[in-house]
């Protein structure tokens, strides 16, 4: 008897040590994997054309990461749909850090009035933001809009051409064309910024919000007219061009780069991320770069981030419901 409960008390020792190793290994497998990120290419989504302006401050991004982690950073573009397309692969990837985007709270505009495989940018991990995109609402040269403030003198109907209709740069105009109480206008349907300033430059539409990368060599060469910025602060070399806030329009949205990942990454991997990303958008030459695409390097992680998120969307959702 004394024999069989020594084997018994010898069998349960067994289990729960081979138990605690198995627990063990997993815990160290998750390790290891976290430790030796990456060991294989990254793909980085992006949801706009190759020669866009996220696409090539995207690939900026990915040959820094690459050098930073010592693996191929290869780009992916997936345009169209408002972005989403591009953020339902990457919500869809496995979580194990080999898949990435470029994301944006924008999307949550087009998924607002949308059905789709995500609901928000909830089913996604905004990782970091890396970045701003600066908004201008411009008018060609020879307009007789000359300033921001005569939209509201206006006698006859204008046609506006928003870098795509339902975008953030379309509720920048909304914001605009409440405060100044322009209300007769048309809209006029774009496939991006590029096209709404041909639109402009060709007279087919009178005033055009789009990023002003699309539109800022046009304001140097004298073909265009800068009205205002969406921005909260002044543009570097053209602090003569108001804000939008500056104006006493109430602006609450953010046209924001964001780096996104599927949910449940490994908490080793989604760290190295972090930590590399922002000593990339920290390196002076890597902001220099960015301001040279008139975007705005604005580094934002965790509970930071997430508070803009959380009031970007419920802003978005104000905005489209008429609250």
């Known amino acids: 008897m004394k024999k069989m409960l020594g084997l018994f008390t010898l069998f349960i020792f067994v289990g729960m040590v ?4 198995s627990e063990n290994t997993d815990e160290d497998v998750a390790a290891n994997e976290a430790e030796n990120y990456p060991t294989q290419p990254i793909t980085l989504v992006v949801p706009f054309d190759s020669g866009s302006v996220t696409d090539l401050f995207a690939r900026m991004i990915a040959e820094r990461l690459s050098e930073s982690l010592d693996t191929p950073v290869i780009i992916e573009n997936l345009p169209g ?7 339902v692969q990457v919500a869809q990837a496995n979580s194990d850090g080999y898949t990435l985007g470029i994301g944006a709270l924008a999307v949550e505009i087009t998924l607002h009035g949308e059905e789709s495989t995500i609901s928000s940018l909830d089913d996604l991990d905004s990782l970091v933001q890396l970045g701003e995109y600066t ?3 411009s008018v060609s040269a020879d307009s007789d809009i000359e300033s921001i ?3 509201q003198d206006l006698d006859e109907q204008i046609t506006v051409a928003p870098a795509a209709a339902g975008s953030i740069n379309h509720l920048y105009w909304d914001l605009v064309a409440e405060h100044y109480g322009v209300e007769d206008y048309g809209l006029m349907s774009t496939t991006g910024g590029n096209d709404a300033v041909l639109k402009l430059l060709s007279g087919d539409a009178d005033v055009v919000s789009t990023p002003l990368a699309n539109v800022v060599e046009h304001v140097e060469s004298g073909d265009v007219r800068l009205l205002a910025l ?3 602060d002044t543009v570097p070399g053209m602090e003569d061009i108001p804000t939008i806030e500056e104006l006493g329009i109430d602006n609450p949205l953010t046209h924001n780069l964001l780096l996104i990942a599927p949910e449940g990454l490994p908490e080793g991997v989604r760290e190295v991320l972090i930590n590399h990303t922002e000593e ?10 960015m301001e ?3 975007l705005i390097p604005t580094f934002l992680k965790g509970e ?5 998120i959380n009031e970007g969307r419920e802003a978005i959702h104000q905005i489209l419901d008429g609250n």
């Open 230 to 232: 969406t921005t909260s």
């Open 292 to 294: 040279n695409m008139e």
């Open 280 to 289: 990339i958008v920290s390196d002076p030459e890597v902001q220099e770069e």
């Open 149 to 151: 403030e005569d939209l």
């Open 81 to 87: 749909g408002g972005t989403i397309p591009g953020h």
């Open 304 to 308: 930071e981030l997430d508070n803009q």
């Open 18 to 21: 081979l138990l605690g190793c």
């Open 135 to 137: 908004t201008g609402i």
